[in-house]
């Protein structure tokens, strides 16, 4: 398996293979950050659109291709932050832009996200093993590669990305979430 430098050395000459290798490696990461922040639907794909639009974009500009995860994460938190300021643009025009996001939750939205946190694991452990151990590694975790996940569960890197779809389908799918979604 190429690295990350490699991969994005041949994805700046046009090896578009390469881009898709690099796109995948990250989209755990990118898809985490997404949903961590509370997007989903059309934003969601949207946010995840222009993070790698940007990438396109800035891929020549980054020197050390290794620390693309961190890139790549400012990258997605800016992309959400702007969604949100055009959002407000969109609905009060004349209102000033709200200044970003608290990191700091309050009480009630402790609360909400450890009974949404456990309502989640609980569909989790409904989903057999190897969807499971799939889904900590690239959902829960964004430290591990597309390669890394790979040998530890012993799958080949092309079909982690639809493997997890297809986890996340069956995730979708238990009452748990489906409680969940309603209740949003």
């Not at 994005?8 to 000459?13: G, K, N």
């Not at 881009?19 to 990118?30: A, D, I």
């Not at 509370?38 to 794909?45: T, V």
């Not at 790698?52 to 959400?80: N, Y």
Request: with cysteine; aromatic share 4%.
């Amino acid at each position: 398996m190429a690295s990350r430098t490699e991969l994005a050395e041949a994805a700046l000459s046009g090896d578009s293979a390469a881009w898709r290798v690099l796109v995948e490696m990250h989209s755990g990461l990118v898809w985490s950050i997404i949903r961590g922040m509370g997007i989903y639907n059309a934003d969601a794909s949207d946010v995840f659109q222009s993070v790698f639009v940007r990438l396109a974009e800035r891929l020549h500009q980054i020197d050390d291709a290794e620390r693309l995860p961190g890139w790549l994460a400012t990258t997605t938190k800016r992309e959400i932050y702007d969604l949100a300021r055009s959002k407000h643009r969109r609905t009060d025009p004349t209102e000033s832009i709200a200044e970003e996001p608290s990191t700091d939750p309050g009480p009630d939205r402790e609360v909400i996200d450890a009974e949404t946190r456990e309502q989640v694991l609980a569909a989790l452990a409904r989903l057999p093993e190897e969807a499971q151990q799939l889904l900590r590694m690239v959902v829960m975790r964004d430290d591990l590669s597309y390669a890394e996940i790979s040998e530890a569960l012993g799958i080949p890197v092309g079909s982690i990305g639809p493997k997890r779809a297809r986890c996340l389908e069956k995730l979708a799918a238990t009452p748990e979430i489906a409680a969940l979604a309603r209740s949003l």
